[in-house]
Nanobody, 121 residues
Framework: QVQLVESGGGLVQPGGSLRLSCAASGSIFSINAMGWYRQAPGKQRDLVAIITSGGSASYVDAVKGRFTISTDNAKNTVYLQMNDLKPEDTAVYHC???????????????WGQGTQVTVSS
């Protein structure tokens, strides 16, 4: 099985920073991409940022210039550095990994359980 475990969420004041981490473990042959999504109460889960195994990163417009996604491929870990946080960034942040469990398995995505980020004064 594959497990994704997130950490680093919490309560922060507007303008503050947080760093989220997500470690993938278990049966993993290769990882194509890892990303972060967020879901605010009453809203759908939306993409925040994604990074490919080659290091190409993409961001939703709302976080460009404030958030940075990065990976430690040796540890199968993805990070999300969040700076200048705003109240509208409040959500549950979920990690996603697009990977292949074995050489013969199809590529599919796996999800973490989510970590709460609350931006409030």
């Amino acid at each position: 099985q594959v497990q994704l475990v997130e950490s680093g969420g919490g309560l922060v004041q507007p303008g503050g920073s947080l760093r989220l981490s997500c470690a993938a473990s278990g049966s993993i042959f290769s990882i194509n991409a890892m990303g972060w999504y967020r879901q605010a109460p009453g809203k759908q889960r939306d993409l925040v940022a994604i990074i490919t195994s080659g290091g190409s990163a993409s961001y939703v417009d709302a976080v460009k210039g404030r958030f940075t996604i990065s990976t430690d491929n040796a540890k199968n870990t993805v990070y999300l550095q969040m700076n200048d946080l705003k109240p509208e960034d409040t959500a549950v942040y979920h990690c996603q990994a697009v990977l292949r469990k074995t050489r013969l398995d199809p590529i599919r995505d796996y999800w973490g359980q989510g970590t709460q980020v609350t931006v409030s004064s």
